[in-house]
């Protein structure tokens, strides 16, 4: 097994083809009227995000992100600003993988008890909000 991602409430496997598949809407819309479908790059730290040519994301925009199969709302209980998803790693260690739901924001944290790593350039932000100061 190479790596793989799964919701923390259903199990549901979020991986395929290469692309870590979510919906979303922006904060203040309903997911069953305004979602989205967004196709990540599985890499973390690598924050190319794929969703059809008609749907408009604006720097700065909140979006709530939604597992796909059972439709939780993936909010990180670290930070009103985070999702979460569940990593497991190619040696099969399993992690809880945080990012920001704040549109062109890079800032991604996988964590693995008191350890932790911060990928991209806006993951210092968060740090002080998380206490995450003495773990990263």
Do not use: W
């Not at 199969?69 to 990180?76: G, R, Y």
């Not at 009103?80 to 920001?100: A, I, P, Q």
């Amino acid at each position: 097994m190479k790596y793989n991602y799964t919701c923390p409430y259903c199990k549901a496997y979020l991986l395929i083809e290469n692309r870590l598949i979510l919906t979303a809407c922006k904060e203040g819309e309903d997911i069953n009227e305004h979602g989205l479908l967004l196709l990540m790059n599985p890499e973390i730290g690598n924050y190319e995000t794929l969703h059809h040519k008609e749907v408009k994301v604006v720097a700065g925009e909140k979006y709530h992100f939604h597992c796909p199969v059972c439709q939780h709302k993936l909010q990180s209980d670290l930070n009103e600003n985070l999702v979460m998803v569940n990593y497991t790693d190619e040696k099969g260690k399993h992690f809880e993988l945080h990012f920001s739901r704040v549109a062109g924001q890079k800032s991604t944290y996988k964590i693995m008890g008191r350890s932790v790593e911060t990928f991209g350039i806006d993951a210092p932000h968060y740090l002080d909000f998380m206490n995450l100061m003495g773990m990263a």
